[in-house]
């Protein structure tokens, strides 16, 4: 039997004696416990941990996910949130170790002072003088550990979480760079779990009041959990293929993060924007194809001019309305079936508008098959501004600006409403061949230097998906110089309570794929973000604003600008081809540096 369990120093940093410390915290208790409850004869660990929570009355679940997620053999670290401050690293423990018998945990040394737990536990010194020279050789224990391919769990936190009012919840405190660290040293496989639950109120209150009180308090809380059940969410193991784009371990930590909070309940809860994609007795009925002789007529009756290009069977063309009356009729047609297959539409029997009338139609045809594959719309902003004033444009309808913005754009083109057939999407060449056209349009008309529009996020992904998506966006591919010039008609509402992610951590991860795999994460169907706006941002699209489209089953529109002469030569040649790059860089030449950043003068 050990007495010098839970031993503090005779005098404490505080100056305040061990004994009295010791009473305020709730020692002789916990001491009591482990040396009358015969915890104290128990020699394996995993029996130690069980005892442990079999005293206390506590259980522990997987609420989502599984522990099979984690490699069974192989260097990993699992990292958590830390909600209570004792009891979660006993029962995530006894939970891995039901997996991995290697398991080690990172923690508060005064835990080794359990000779059943000396084995298990890394100890960190939270308190000394001098904490950081013994850290050190804690952590390189710790990293050596994992090295020789064995599984390390971390509460990155190094303290329990607090109440922030902010987010009308608890949540830990900035993370620590240790995971992140030694996972990348290692290679390792790094699987994040959340821990549901917060301390009591009065553990919260007294924080409020000094953070060191609440330390005081913490064997207390260890104390009331009795006839809990302890709820862990495990996430997808994250391996180093993923996490090696990310440039720091200070990036790793914050990924991490958000990681591990999207398992929470709050974050996966699955409320959606209300639309009427599941009620399709509200949609009308879709028009009938139009007929393939009249839409083959129209084809035959456009000029050479009117092609862009031609990949096989595949041809793009760009028409005005009184040209293809009948393939414009298909577009319709097959815009809205194929918008309300994802959760968007107009719910009419075709989605066709008045600004069809006068906006050029940019579309795939299929010659053999004889059927439009994917359209766009696409509107030559002067000449439009010029019949019908800025109204004229379909954007204004979503979005307030003035002539100010298009200033900023200077010669640009409208984009919008465009699909690719469902039959269509399973590879990307139908959606690549339409941006070729745009492309090949964009060197045909060589004084129209900028494409801006609205790519939309439908109202299938739930809210704080979407919420995620926005503020990423802004954050990584925003635009100072054009924000402040545009407002949204009908905002996207962001609650910062209802939110898991700070914007600095959106800011530092930088990388477009790992917002996928993030929002992948939180949909259900695993779906990762839209292809379109993926295409928008690999040729660098600016995202100024985001509206709520109410006439488009709430869809959110986020209007994206796009300069063509600052994408990368290799992508420029590869929509316009090399000729058409030249010759549209040659009529740009010595703009590049002032585009989007003054105001210059446009083809208004």
């Not at 308090?217 to 996490?243: A, D, P, V």
């Not at 075709?350 to 006068?358: A, G, T, V």
């Not at 939110?499 to 959106?506: A, H, K, M, P």
Request: aromatic share 8%; with cysteine; proline share 4%.
């Amino acid at each position: 039997m050990n007495k010098t369990v839970f031993q503090l120093p005779k005098i404490t940093k505080t100056g305040i004696p061990e004994a009295v410390v010791g009473q305020i915290v709730g020692l002789p208790k916990l001491k009591k416990l482990y040396l009358n409850k015969k915890l104290s004869d128990v020699s394996r660990t995993q029996d130690f941990l069980q005892s442990v929570l079999h005293l206390f009355d506590i259980k522990h679940r997987v609420l989502s996910g599984s522990l099979k997620s984690i490699p069974e053999k192989g260097p990993s670290v699992v990292v958590a949130n830390h909600p209570f401050g004792a009891i979660e690293g006993v029962g995530l423990a006894d939970c891995l170790l039901q997996r991995r018998s290697d398991v080690k945990v990172l923690a508060n040394e005064l835990l080794c002072q359990i000779p059943q737990l000396k084995e298990l536990f890394i100890g960190v010194d939270l308190f000394g003088k001098n904490r950081r020279e013994k850290n050190k050789k804690s952590i390189e224990t710790a990293r050596q550990w994992v090295d020789e391919g064995h599984l390390l769990l971390i509460f990155p936190a190094g303290e329990v979480s607090c109440y922030q009012w902010s987010r009308r919840r608890a949540i830990d405190p900035v993370w620590r760079n240790t995971a992140a660290n030694i996972a990348r040293h290692s290679k390792a496989s790094i699987t994040p779990v959340f821990i549901e639950g917060q301390n009591s109120w009065f553990f919260h209150a007294l924080g409020m009041v000094h953070p060191k009180l609440r330390t005081l308090r913490l064997i207390h809380e260890l104390l009331n959990k009795r006839g809990q059940t302890l709820e862990f969410r495990f996430g997808t193991t994250i391996f180093e293929q993923e996490y090696k784009r990310l440039s720091s371990d200070k990036v790793l930590t914050n990924y991490l993060r958000l990681n591990t909070y999207l398992l929470s309940r709050d974050a996966c809860s699955d409320v959606r924007p209300e639309n009427t994609s599941d009620n399709t007795g509200s949609f009308d009925v879709l028009v009938a194809p139009s007929s393939i002789e009249k839409m083959r007529q129209d084809i035959a009756s456009l000029s050479r001019h009117h092609q862009l290009l031609q990949q096989g069977d595949l041809i793009v063309y760009c028409a005005q309305s009184h040209e293809v009356p009948n393939v414009l009729q298909e577009i319709g047609r097959l815009r809205e079936m194929t918008f309300r297959q994802v959760g968007e539409g107009t719910g009419l029997a075709i989605d066709l508008d008045s600004y069809d009338d006068y906006y050029s139609h940019l579309f795939l045809w299929n010659q053999k098959t004889k059927e439009v594959v994917g359209a766009y719309r696409i509107g030559q902003v002067d000449k439009i501004i010029q019949q019908y004033g800025i109204e004229g444009l379909y954007t204004h309808t979503l979005f307030s600006y003035s002539a100010q913005f298009l200033s900023n754009l200077g010669c640009c083109l409208e984009l919008g409403r465009s699909f690719v057939c469902p039959n269509y999407q399973k590879s990307l060449s139908a959606l690549l061949l339409l941006w070729k056209g745009i492309g090949h349009y964009a060197a045909r008309n060589p004084h129209y230097r900028t494409l801006f529009g609205p790519v939309s996020i439908s109202s299938d992904y739930s809210n704080k998906t979407r919420n995620l998506m926005a503020d990423y966006l802004e954050a990584n591919h925003g635009s100072n110089v054009l924000k402040p010039l545009v407002s949204p008609r009908n905002p996207l509402e962001n609650c910062p309570k209802e939110t898991f992610w700070q914007l600095n951590e959106l800011a530092s991860m930088g990388d477009i794929q790992l917002l996928s795999h993030l929002v992948s994460r939180m949909e259900p169907d695993n779906r990762g973000i839209p292809v379109l706006l993926r295409q928008y941002l690999r040729v660098k699209g600016k995202m100024v604003a985001f509206n709520v489209d109410a006439d488009f089953q709430n869809a959110l529109d986020g209007l994206v600008v796009v300069d063509l002469m600052d994408i990368d030569a290799r992508t420029r040649e590869k929509y316009m081809g090399r000729e058409g790059s030249q010759a549209f860089c040659a009529n740009h030449t010595g703009m590049k540096d002032r585009h989007l950043t003054s105001n210059q003068e446009h083809c208004l």
